[in-house]
């Protein structure tokens, strides 16, 4: 199979595993570390520590997403509601004064019908049942009273859904901050980890990150087609990503999460897909087998669905790995992270 070498990418103002991590814990964290002790913080075990808290971090960005992805959609139904409600009222305004003229022309004529009094009282909701009132009225009358009792009832059903709907956005946004909570406290600690590393043990690690970001630029992708054009063209608009900054809860244009690359991707492709990993583990046709993968299918990692990246060729997928790295190229069977599944979207 011919293949070829991926262009170099623009240079791109990269962040290092260590500069990241701090500007995480620094500018992100509403709070001080937390105050349950650390591990021994023995010099050989320390970096397997911070990764196991990076990757505790990536799982909980994910389920922030996911409760960030309700918000919106709550927030959008509580606004249609109360749209809803707002013209619901006017409507009404409009019908109750249209049954005010009636009255006051049934006034002019010789006196308010008792009927029409009893619908412009406070309390005009037992009004149909009232036998007695509806032979007193026409039925143009009639149809006016019954279209304004329908339109109240709906209006206020709208307005108990509102209440409901508020209700729930308000229990999505402690969901939020709790998440958000979660994953500051994560990231702290493992820059409070860092922080027991000498100088020299601290820029070993970030040797080992920038080799894996060059390894990345030399990355050999062979020339295997996608399997779609929408693949096709969300791949190509990842590619053009590789070098951007990992930052949790972010979907680009210039820092991403893992699942906010994928659906950014998409979105440039005129593709609406899920925001979150798990939700877009059933996005599209699920491909079982690794060998049956083409570049711009998704990849969907470990056991609870908490990563993604695109299937690159040539067993290598494109994707955010973690906190402190960037979008670039790594060997699936590298990666550290089990191989679920893959999905096309097509």
């Known amino acids: 199979m011919a293949s070829h070498r991926r262009p170099k990418q623009p240079n791109h103002s990269y962040v290092t595993v260590l500069t990241a991590t701090a500007a995480a814990a620094v500018a992100l964290s509403t709070q001080t570390a937390s105050a349950d002790p650390l591990p021994d913080p023995s010099k050989k075990g320390v970096k397997a520590q911070v990764d196991r808290l990076y990757e505790e971090a990536t799982q909980a960005t994910e389920k922030y997403n996911g409760a960030d992805e309700k918000r919106k959609t709550l927030q959008k139904q509580v606004e249609d509601l109360q749209d809803t409600v707002a013209s619901g009222q006017e409507e009404l305004n409009s019908l109750r ?9 049934q006034y002019r004529s010789g006196g308010v019908d008792p009927s029409v009094q009893l619908l412009l009282s406070s309390d005009p909701d037992g009004y149909l049942d009232k036998a007695s009132s509806l032979d007193r009225l026409s039925a143009q009358q009639v149809s006016a009273v019954q279209e304004w009792q329908s339109k109240q009832r709906d209006l206020q059903q709208k307005r108990s859904e509102a209440t409901a709907k508020l209700k729930e956005l308000e229990s999505a946004r402690k969901e939020i901050g709790s998440k958000k909570k979660e994953i500051q406290g994560k990231l702290a600690k493992a820059q409070k980890l860092l922080n027991t590393l000498t100088a020299e043990e601290r820029a070993k690690i970030t040797a080992e990150e920038d080799r894996a970001n060059r390894s990345s630029e030399r990355v050999e992708l062979g020339n295997e087609a996608s399997a779609s054009q929408r693949g096709a063209a969300a791949f190509a608009a990842a590619k053009s990503r590789a070098g951007m900054p990992y930052v949790w809860g972010a979907a680009g244009p210039n820092s991403f999460d893992c699942s906010g690359l994928t659906s950014w991707a998409f979105q440039q492709a005129g593709v609406s897909i899920p925001r979150t990993s798990q939700t877009q583990a059933n996005a599209g046709t699920r491909i079982n087998s690794l060998s049956a993968l083409k570049p711009g299918d998704l990849i969907i990692m470990r056991t609870d669905l908490s990563h993604v990246g695109f299937y690159a060729g040539n ?7 973690k906190p402190g790295s960037q979008v670039r190229y790594e060997s699936i069977s590298r990666s550290g992270m089990p191989f679920m599944w893959g999905v096309r979207i097509s």
């Open 97 to 105: 004064q249209g049954l005010g003229s009636m009255a006051r022309a």
């Open 315 to 321: 067993g290598q997928i494109l994707h955010a790995p």
